[in-house]
């Protein structure tokens, strides 16, 4: 399968060249990059010595000529104009923005600022999430892969509102994200190393980008609505995400029965781990893997349930991710090419 990475020098497709040098079935036929655009990628990334692939300014028609796939890796807005033209040219697509994630067009104006001009598309994207929509991504033209904090919460939650084992109506979320999740080519003062080291902020709290998706995924499973007040904070590591997540039982539910539960629902899943009771998760475990932790337990004073969530955002967070629909859509193993163990310490 020849596959084309558009966004090929920002974090998340650097990070989808490292997992898809290595696939069996894969070929790297196009990369895409505004800012480096004739420049080879081992020139511009050292570290991916030996790739000598020319990096390309953007032109439509020839990903489509050289490819039968696309993963975009783009910021808000970038992919609505161009996946219709690559969907219409017969290709089939995993986004990785937001542009396609949320059902209502009328969710993006106020969540990201622009008009959504193509519903039908909302309508049929599969939500990129594999151990909740595998199937929908098996036979998808159009993938929207989640957000990273999107990605952790539903992994921690969907099981538990599914069964009813929590109130939908009544979810606390606390995020902890590395640096690298603000994107390479869009970095601020308060990304810079002076400003972020020995210092921890909380951002977005009136509201993060990724609530809308988690309100929906859990609406989804849970066949009703959901409520959710959700702070995430920017901490001075490199990468990974931290959910801490607090949902009061249902009457007579105890804390065993959301472990049960939570165990039943990933017993076939690859890369989700639900770890045993006191055990709690960490991001160091997840750095460059595809990989999510989950722990469980109950706060005693107040009784509510503790979910604790780990990624890694450039890894199960967005390109392990994404390789992962990409295997099932290919009708792959989804571990193909995504079996590395995690970098540790």
Same mark, same amino acid.
């Given at each position: 399968?020849?596959?084309?990475?558009?966004?090929?020098?920002?974090?998340?497709?650097?990070?989808?060249?490292?997992?898809?040098?290595?696939?069996?079935?894969?070929?790297?036929?196009?990369?895409?990059?505004?800012?480096?655009?004739?420049?080879?990628?081992?020139?511009?990334?050292?570290?991916?010595?030996?790739?000598?692939?020319?990096?390309?300014?953007?032109?439509?028609?020839?990903?489509?000529?050289?490819?039968?796939?696309?993963?975009?890796?783009?910021?808000?807005?970038?992919?609505?104009?161009?996946?219709?033209?690559?969907?219409?040219?017969?290709?089939?697509?995993?986004?990785?923005?937001?542009?396609?994630?949320?059902?209502?067009?009328?969710?993006?104006?106020?969540?990201?600022?622009?008009?959504?001009?193509?519903?039908?598309?909302?309508?049929?994207?599969?939500?990129? +999430?594999?151990?909740?929509?595998?199937? @929908?991504? %098996? &036979? /998808? *033209?159009? $993938?929207?892969?989640?957000?990273?904090?999107?990605?952790?919460?539903?992994?921690?939650?969907?099981?538990?509102?599914?069964?009813?084992?929590?109130?939908?109506?009544?979810?606390?979320?606390?995020?902890?994200?590395?640096?690298?999740?603000?994107?390479?080519?869009?970095?601020?003062?308060?990304?810079?190393?002076?400003?972020?080291?020995?210092?921890?902020?909380?951002?977005?709290?009136?509201?993060?980008?990724?609530?809308?998706?988690?309100?929906?995924?859990?609406?989804?499973?849970?066949?009703?609505?959901?409520?959710?007040?959700?702070?995430?904070?920017?901490?001075?590591?490199?990468?990974?995400?931290?959910?801490?997540?607090?949902?009061?039982?249902?009457?007579?539910?105890?804390?065993?029965? +959301?472990?049960?539960?939570?165990?039943? @629902?990933? %017993? &076939? /899943? *690859?890369? $989700?781990?639900?770890?045993?009771?006191?055990?709690?998760?960490?991001?160091?475990?997840?750095?460059?893997?595809?990989?999510?932790?989950?722990?469980?337990?109950?706060?005693?004073?107040?009784?509510?349930?503790?979910?604790?969530?780990?990624?890694?955002?450039?890894?199960?967070?967005?390109?392990?991710?994404?390789?992962?629909?990409?295997?099932?859509?290919?009708?792959?193993?989804?571990?193909?090419?995504?079996?590395?163990?995690?970098?540790?310490?």
């Amino acid at each position: 399968m020849d596959v084309a990475i558009i966004g090929a020098t920002g974090y998340g497709g650097v990070e989808l060249i490292r997992l898809l040098q290595g696939h069996p079935q894969v070929r790297l036929a196009y990369l895409s990059s505004e800012s480096f655009a004739g420049q080879r990628l081992c020139d511009v990334y050292p570290h991916l010595a030996g790739i000598g692939t020319k990096l390309q300014a953007l032109d439509p028609a020839m990903v489509a000529d050289q490819c039968q796939l696309a993963l975009l890796a783009l910021p808000a807005g970038r992919s609505l104009a161009l996946a219709p033209v690559l969907l219409e040219a017969g290709l089939r697509v995993v986004d990785v923005s937001p542009d396609f994630r949320l059902r209502d067009p009328a969710l993006y104006p106020a969540w990201y600022g622009f008009e959504h001009t193509r519903p039908d598309l909302l309508q049929e994207a599969a939500f990129g +999430l594999p151990e909740w929509y595998g199937e @929908a991504i %098996a &036979g /998808a *033209r159009l $993938v929207a892969a989640p957000g990273c904090y999107s990605t952790a919460a539903l992994l921690a939650l969907a099981p538990l509102v599914a069964e009813r084992l929590v109130d939908p109506d009544d979810i606390i979320g606390d995020g902890i994200s590395g640096l690298s999740g603000a994107g390479r080519t869009a970095l601020r003062l308060p990304y810079h190393f002076p400003e972020a080291d020995e210092d921890v902020s909380a951002y977005s709290v009136g509201g993060h980008r990724h609530l809308p998706e988690i309100i929906q995924g859990l609406a989804e499973v849970g066949k009703a609505t959901a409520r959710v007040t959700f702070i995430p904070h920017l901490v001075p590591m490199s990468r990974g995400i931290l959910m801490t997540l607090y949902a009061r039982p249902a009457e007579g539910v105890e804390v065993g029965a +959301l472990r049960t539960c939570l165990e039943a @629902a990933y %017993a &076939g /899943a *690859r890369f $989700v781990q639900v770890l045993p009771e006191g055990v709690w998760p960490h991001t160091k475990w997840t750095t460059g893997t595809n990989h999510c932790f989950l722990g469980v337990g109950a706060d005693r004073s107040t009784g509510r349930a503790v979910i604790v969530a780990a990624i890694d955002n450039l890894g199960k967070g967005m390109a392990g991710q994404m390789v992962q629909c990409l295997n099932l859509m290919l009708g792959l193993d989804e571990t193909t090419a995504l079996t590395t163990a995690a970098a540790y310490p």
